[in-house]
């Protein structure tokens, strides 16, 4: 079983490196940092969604999976609900400027209440619900189109100052 998780989510990475090669948009100079995050949040898709969630081992709720990959893959320590990261001081982006690495925020009338990883073409990785798992999704899927809020970048030198952990 282990195995044939590994083949999907190596098949999901693919897929993913596929679509951004075929862009028609010229993506913005790649980071190793955001390489990394991307990478490791793509690695994760079907690990167990669990509310409170922060490890592989522990399954994942949207904050927990969004802290987990950019605290071992950035070096920086966000906060632990999806709300308080969308309070950080961190610069708010328009939807057609969107990077890999960005922070999405979704909700209901303004309130924030989840958080998700761009990884390009539309796409994002999310631990979006009980019972589910963490997973790939679009940007103009009608359930997250319809409540979308906000993205913020959070892999600025300045940002990542602000936040790295010691």
């Not at 999907?8 to 596929?18: I, K, P, Q």
């Not at 690495?101 to 979006?128: E, K």
Request: net charge positive; glycine share 8%.
């Amino acid at each position: 079983m282990k195995a044939a998780w590994r083949c999907l989510r190596l098949l999901a990475l693919l897929t993913l490196l596929a679509l951004a090669a075929c862009s028609s948009v010229p993506p913005a100079p790649p980071s190793s940092v955001a390489n990394n995050v991307l990478f490791r949040a793509i690695s994760l898709v079907g690990t167990p969604y669990h509310w409170g969630g922060n490890t592989p081992a522990s399954g994942f709720d949207c904050s927990g999976l969004v802290a987990y990959v950019f605290r071992t893959e950035a070096g920086i320590s966000l906060p632990r609900t999806s709300r308080a990261m969308a309070a950080l001081d961190a610069p708010k982006i328009p939807r057609n400027d969107l990077q890999p690495g960005d922070l999405l925020f979704f909700g209901h009338r303004h309130r924030v209440n989840h958080v998700a990883i761009y990884v390009g073409n539309g796409r994002f990785v999310n631990a979006p619900d009980t019972g589910g798992t963490v997973r790939l999704d679009r940007l103009d899927g009608d359930y997250w189109r319809d409540h979308y809020l906000f993205a913020r970048r959070v892999l600025t030198p300045s940002v990542r100052a602000a936040l790295t952990s010691n």
